[in-house]
């Protein structure tokens, strides 16, 4: 008997994943060259030493519940931007939700190692072709109505072009019931803030915007309040707080070398998997690692709502 055709489109068959995430959860999405037909187009969370049951309640953000997302990841580069967008996107893959992924990031394509499908442009893309493909990858999120998780490297233009040829850009999704959200990646340095003052000079407003702190990039024996002191007095952190950003301090991992010689995804980690490596990470570094996930939850809780 001869077997039955297979109808479904290529862009949106999920075949099964190796990876231990659910494999309908991953999308896939595809743009090359040949297919340019279309028009170019108190802060939240405890301190990293606590344990978890002291953390203070979390700061609450705007409501986007039952909404798809639109999630673009900035930060210039080594303000640990990866880490956090591998952790939302296991977190959501894990839950089961789909979630289209890109990373235009060309300096570095750690998320797209760690996480199947992943889709990224044209390894000799200029920036006219990334801000192309960018362009098809947001029309299919909504034609689609998925959730779209974006790493724009740090340095990277696509966005902010793009932000110039659409200034009604957010509009244009939140009248599809999408919300588009903005994270901020940054560490102590006041020039970690230029992504997100650069937007905010172009007039692009997202739904909602979040400014993540990074404990990993403070020195050995400073406190969060002394690292961040001058961030959180910046100007463009205030305009930004008085527009509605949260910001959330993301805890420093501990373990993060150990897990990064592995080449394991954070879960994987924490349950003893081995990855590339023969041997699982010991039980102190399991441990460090669960309590991590525990308190990148407990962080992130103010503002669940804006996860896919």
Same mark, same amino acid.
């Given at each position: /008997? ?22 309908? %959860? ?14 170019? /187009? ?34 210039? !580069?080594?303000? !640990? ?78 966005l902010r072009r793009l932000a110039m040829e659409l200034p009604d850009l957010v509009g244009l999704f939140e009248a599809q019931g999408f919300a588009v959200v903005l994270f901020h990646t940054v ?30 990039? /403070? ?20 305009? %930004?707080?008085?527009? !509605?950003?949260?910001?959330?301090? /993301? ?25 590339? %490596? ?31």
């Open positions: /008997m001869a077997a039955q055709k297979d109808d479904t489109p290529e862009l949106l068959r999920f075949p099964r994943s190796a990876s231990g995430l659910p494999a309908s %959860a991953n999308p896939s999405f595809n743009f090359g060259p040949e297919e340019d037909a279309g028009p170019e /187009m108190e802060l939240i969370g405890a301190d990293s030493q606590r344990p978890a049951a002291s953390t203070p309640a979390p700061l609450t953000g705007i409501d986007l519940s039952g909404r798809h997302k639109i999630i673009f990841w900035v930060g210039r !580069g080594k303000t !640990g931007k990866t880490t956090g967008i591998r952790w939302l996107a296991e977190k959501t893959l894990m839950n089961g939700t789909p979630l289209l992924m890109a990373d235009l990031d060309t300096t570095n394509d750690t998320f797209s190692r760690y996480i199947d499908k992943v889709a990224r442009p044209p390894e000799a893309a200029d920036p006219a072709l990334s801000l192309k493909w960018l362009d098809k990858l947001l029309q299919h999120s909504l034609s689609q109505k998925l959730s779209a998780l974006v790493d724009l490297g740090g340095g990277d233009t696509t560490g102590p340095q006041e020039e970690d803030l230029s992504p997100l003052a650069t937007l905010h000079g172009l007039g692009f407003k997202p739904t909602a915007t979040a400014i993540i702190l990074n404990e990993a990039m /403070m020195e050995i024996g400073e406190t969060r309040q002394t690292a961040f002191a001058r961030i959180l007095r910046h100007s463009v952190v205030r305009r %930004a707080i008085g527009e !509605g950003a949260v910001p959330v301090f /993301m805890p420093k991992l501990f373990a993060a070398q150990a897990v990064e010689i592995r080449r394991l995804k954070f879960h994987d980690a924490a349950t003893g998997k081995t990855g590339r %490596a023969d041997t699982p990470l010991g039980p102190f570094d399991r441990s460090r690692v669960k309590n991590w996930l525990t308190m990148m939850d407990s962080n992130f809780a103010g503002i669940s709502t804006w996860l896919p």
